[in-house]
Every structure is written in structure tokens, then in C-alpha cells.
């Protein structure tokens, strides 16, 4: 069965960093492209970043680009989020979630697949 | 930035209707849509992607359709358990991925 376990969320002040983690299980993490999707307290789904299998190609929403940095360790089956600079529009249930098998890039252009399964989510505060 | 408009934003029925959720996308996403269902308390589970793809283990009631800008979902006999957020999902060329703001489905 495939499990993704969230960690590392908490409360923090405003400017400050936190990383999250999202440990992956029940699948060959090393051949899918993995994503972090947030959803703000009473609100909807919104994008953050993707990887892909081999982090050779990395996407961020405009909202988090130059703060937050994903990564991920193939031999530790885990993936990443280190948060920057956050404010208070950061707060959010975070999700990682892991590629059906659908991402591919061709021609210098990569193409992401769809989210399936999500894991529980690590809820991060941001507030003074 | 792609934007999914889905509508309406809440839909009230009850068991054994019909559900049609819309989503519209504000350029072509050719069939690049996907749709997730979300109860309370819980993370988003993928029902339909490619538009019309049913994901693993989704009962046949689920059915999505559409191409271009225009795409519905359809719950052709709703079950207790159907009721909840349903999210559509656009995913073009990279790192294009916007959601739609979400229709709730409620008894």
C-alpha cells in the first residue's frame, strides 16, 4: 500500500524557515515525480511545487518561487519542502502527493502528471 | 496563469440523483483535466483524469467529459458517501498546474 507521511509543519513567526518532509512507502519512489499542494484553512487547493524522478526538473507557483526550495533523496524515500521568508498568507495544510506515472518532459519541456495519493498533510501556522 | 472556473459553487441534491459539476478552464487545456473529491477532514482522492479517465478502484457512477475549455463531472446516482468537495485540476506545460475553486456537493 503507498503511504506519504507529512512532517515538520508547526507554528512560526513571520520571515522565518521551517522544512517539511514527506516520507514515501509501498512504491518505487525513485521512478515518480513528486508534488506539494496547500490548502489554506476553509479555502481550496492550490499548487506549490513538483520534482521530478531524478530532480533534474523542478517547478514552483509564482506565490512561493525564491522562498521555498523542494528536494527530495531517493535513498531515504523522502521528499522535501524548505519554507523561506514565510508570511501569513503561507499558512496551510500541506500535501505531498505522488505522480500517477504521467510526468514526462520532451523537447526541453516537462509536463507533469496527475496527484494520486495525497498524504494526510502537517499543517504550518505562520503568525507572530 | 490558467483559471478554472467551476460551478456552481454548491449543489444541492439528494441520494439516488443525477450530479453535474462544471469546470471551465479560460484557454484550451485540451484534455489535461483532471477531478478530485474531498470529504471533510480528509486529503483530496483523484476520480477522473485525462477528463475522462476513471482513477483506480473509482466506481462507474463517476464519469468525467469534455476537452478544450468546457468539462463536467457526473455522479449518475449519488451515494451517501458522494457528498463532498470536488476540485478540477488543469495541468499544461510545466509548472502550469491550477485548480478550480471547488464545488460543494451537499445534501
Known amino acids: 500500500e503507498v503511504q506519504l507521511v507529512e512532517s515538520g509543519g508547526g507554528l512560526v513567526q513571520p520571515g522565518r524557515s521551517l522544512r517539511l518532509s514527506c516520507a514515501a512507502s509501498g512504491f518505487s519512489f525513485d521512478d515518480y515525480a513528486m508534488y506539494w499542494v496547500r490548502q489554506a484553512p476553509g479555502k481550496g487547493l492550490e499548487w506549490v511545487s513538483g520534482i521530478s524522478w531524478n530532480s533534474g526538473s523542478i517547478g514552483y507557483a509564482d506565490s512561493v518561487k525564491g522562498r521555498f526550495t523542494i528536494s527530495r533523496d531517493n535513498a531515504k524515500n523522502s521528499l522535501y519542502l524548505q519554507m523561506n521568508s514565510l508570511r501569513a498568507e503561507d499558512t496551510a495544510l500541506y500535501y505531498c502527493a505522488k505522480d500517477i506515472g504521467f510526468f514526462y518532459c520532451n523537447g526541453g519541456s516537462c509536463y507533469p502528471g496527475w496527484f494520486d495519493p495525497w498524504g494526510q498533510g502537517t499543517l504550518v501556522t505562520v503568525s507572530s | 496563469e490558467i483559471v478554472l472556473t467551476q460551478s456552481p459553487a454548491t449543489l444541492s441534491l439528494s441520494p439516488g440523483e443525477r450530479a453535474t459539476l462544471s469546470c471551465r478552464a479560460s484557454q484550451s487545456v485540451s484534455s489535461y483535466l483532471a477531478w478530485y473529491q474531498q470529504k471533510p477532514g480528509q486529503a483530496p482522492r483523484l476520480l477522473i483524469y485525462?477528463?475522462?479517465t476513471r482513477a483506480t478502484g473509482i466506481p462507474a457512477r463517476f464519469s468525467g467529459s469534455g476537452s478544450g475549455t468546457d468539462f463536467t463531472l457526473t455522479i449518475s446516482s449519488l451515494e451517501p458517501e458522494d457528498f463532498a468537495v470536488y476540485y478540477c485540476?488543469?495541468?499544461?506545460?510545466?509548472?502550469?498546474?491550477?485548480f478550480g475553486q471547488g464545488t460543494r456537493l451537499e445534501i
Open positions: 485525462d477528463a475522462s
Open positions: 485540476q488543469q495541468r499544461t506545460k510545466w509548472p502550469s498546474i491550477t
